[in-house]
């Protein structure tokens, strides 16, 4: 906190946030510019699902945008045949009081209709807590939340430097977290940290990084724009290897499109990021693409499919 320096920061509308450093402003451009209102209500993401013929959404969030379970079990509410939504347990507080944080998941799924867990450990490292996700201070939380019958969407990156080998102790934890808890189905949620394994031309995945996945109860949430799309331009070819081995490796049942909007139309539009895989990538079987562009999470979440 002695590093913090007075700077103005502040919320500047059309996607940008601003600070100001001896008088200079600097600014970073988080969400795209059509955010005018710094504002993404669920009406929006219904009129892009319509303008790109997606049925429903699962949504996710940020935390630090301050989007709890309420703002996303209120989109449900409003949207009950359109989107799905993930529940949420502050991960920095999880060790001091897990029993409270058990209470907070049940009370989203039992009460307001979400359908899973969203875990992001990076979030402990903004409070200064570089814990091991899966140790003795969080384990009364995971019986819990083992104990609700629903899937855990992990978002998995690297936390500390240097970032190839501490993604790969994430990895690690979330092997043992799917030992101790064979009846929880996982996700690995906005792909493979995929920055971390490009090249020129393409993606060169390490075999370690498969490891995980040898368990079947995890599936892959298959994005690339997010990470990918200020490096390469649509539809990304370069990439197209990479969908092809996922498919190999996993089986389309196990693979789950995504898109991370609305922060994606950045570089893609939201029908853009469809039809990367609709498309632009044939090697899929129709019952494959079906699949991986909903019938997975379909599937994981048991609803129907039309």
């Not at 450990?121 to 019958?149: E, I």
């Given at each position: ?63 630090y945008l301050g989007i709890g379970n ?14 799905l939504g993930l529940a949420h347990a ?217």
């Amino acid at each position: 906190l002695d590093a913090l320096k007075a700077a103005q920061f502040r919320v500047a509308g059309n996607g940008r946030f601003e600070w100001t450093v001896t008088g200079e402003v600097y600014a970073k451009q988080y969400f795209p510019p059509s955010i005018a209102d710094m504002a993404y209500p669920p009406e929006r993401l219904v009129a892009e699902m319509d303008f790109a013929g997606v049925d429903r959404a699962l949504l996710h969030r940020t935390p630090y945008l301050g989007i709890g379970n309420d703002f996303i079990a209120e989109c449900v509410r409003r949207f009950p045949d359109r989107l799905l939504g993930l529940a949420h347990a502050e991960e920095w507080l999880i060790a001091a009081d897990p029993e409270a944080a058990v209470r907070k998941v049940e009370r989203a799924v039992r009460e307001q209709g979400l359908s899973g867990l969203q875990f992001l450990p990076p979030q402990l490292d903004l409070y200064s807590d570089g814990a091991v996700w899966d140790g003795p201070r969080f384990r009364p939380f995971w019986d819990g939340v083992a104990s609700l019958g629903i899937p855990v969407f992990f978002s998995l990156r690297d936390r500390v430097s240097p970032a190839v080998e501490s993604y790969r102790d994430e990895l690690g934890t979330l092997l043992r977290w799917m030992e101790r808890y064979p009846e929880v189905k996982a996700v690995h949620t906005h792909g493979l940290v995929w920055r971390l394994f490009m090249h020129e031309t393409g993606l060169d995945i390490p075999e370690w990084v498969w490891d995980p996945f040898a368990n079947p109860n995890l599936s892959l949430q298959l994005m690339f724009p997010i990470a990918l799309g200020a490096v390469w331009d649509y539809p990304m070819p370069e990439v197209r290897p990479t969908i092809e081995t996922c498919v190999e490796r996993l089986g389309a049942d196990r693979l789950m499109w995504g898109t991370d909007m609305p922060i994606v139309t950045r570089f893609w539009t939201y029908r853009q990021n469809i039809d990367f895989i609709r498309r632009y990538c044939d090697f899929p079987s129709g019952s494959d693409l079906a699949l991986i562009l909903g019938g997975t999470t379909a599937h994981l979440l048991g609803e129907a499919t039309s």
